[in-house]
């Protein structure tokens, strides 16, 4: 009795630390949201106080001075496109790793994971002088190829152990019915690997929207911003306008914030669940 008593204390104490926690991450955004709907005057002389008068046409003005919506077409196609390339490539190169167990395949993935301790900022200057030799710069195309390429290394290291764990009878047995190996692997294998997949889309999808680096080498026309680079575009221009710029910042996080609250519980079910079967 003396030992439940004990553990449900240390319990008790561990989930007070954990709300305690949670509510310090969001103090940031308590001052964002606040902030993004008082006038500049109140910005300044109190920003931790609650806005007296609620200003919603800051959003207005940050919605046009940003051209949000273009921005946000730009982030959602580069991202859609280059999440779900990236989550079908990785499943399939990482699928072919395993089942062809040979000595160039295991190479091949000691490669890619040794590329994940590589600093983007190494090969930076060459990765943009590959892209320059291709004619792919200042495009999409040549943005949504590079985050292919650096997006490979994590997304396979992840499917890998979780295809491992997949038993080969399964795919023997489909095989037999008449299965082809793009059958096997589309109608078998895949689905088998959804908590992963949703795993790896979550996290690219939370990454590449939130990129800035690679879309300021790469795009450098405004038509082509992306909402962080526009945001930045506009700091840089209304640098003391606060009132304007919090709310650009709003938007821009705003959607990324409801994606990860509908799918986060998939990040931990697939790295749970990756972490048993690998």
């Known amino acids: 009795m003396g030992t439940l008593k004990k553990y449900n204390g240390r319990l008790f104490t561990t989930e007070v630390l954990m709300v305690l926690v949670g509510l310090l991450f969001l103090v940031p955004f308590y001052f964002l949201f606040v902030n993004s709907v008082k006038p500049f005057g109140d910005i ?10 609620f200003k919603w046409e800051n959003y207005s003005k940050a919605w046009e001075l940003t051209r949000f919506p273009q921005a946000f077409s ?8 280059s999440v779900v390339l990236m989550a079908l490539f ?4 990482a699928y072919w790793m395993v089942r062809s167990d040979t000595k160039f395949n ?8 040794a590329a994940m301790v590589v600093p983007f900022q190494s090969i930076m200057i060459p990765l943009l002088k590959v892209i320059n030799v291709l004619g792919v710069n200042n495009s999409r195309t040549g943005l949504i190829l590079t985050y292919l390429g650096l997006g490979a290394p994590m997304s396979i290291f992840l499917f890998h152990g979780f295809v491992k764990a997949i038993p080969l009878e399964i795919e023997e047995a489909a095989t037999v019915d008449g299965c082809n190996p793009y059958g096997v692997f ?8 959804r908590p992963m997949l949703m795993t790896v889309i979550v996290l690219n999808t939370l990454w590449v929207w939130n990129d800035y680096l690679l879309p300021s080498l790469i795009l450098q026309k405004p038509d082509m911003r992306t909402i962080p680079l526009a945001t930045f575009a506009f700091f840089g221009q209304y640098t003391k306008q606060w009132d304007i710029a919090l709310p650009a910042l709003v938007l ?6 409801i994606f990860f609250l509908m799918l986060q519980r998939y990040i931990v079910e697939g790295i749970a669940a990756g972490s048993v079967k690998g």
């Open 252 to 257: 821009g996080i705003a959607p990324v914030i």
């Open 44 to 53: 300044m002389t109190n920003s931790a106080s609650w806005p007296a008068v």
């Open 186 to 193: 589309f109608r078998i294998v895949l689905p088998m690997l």
């Open 106 to 113: 295991k190479m091949l993935f000691f490669l890619f994971v």
């Open 74 to 81: 730009n982030s959602f196609g580069i991202t859609v496109v």
């Open 90 to 93: 990785a499943a399939m190169g």
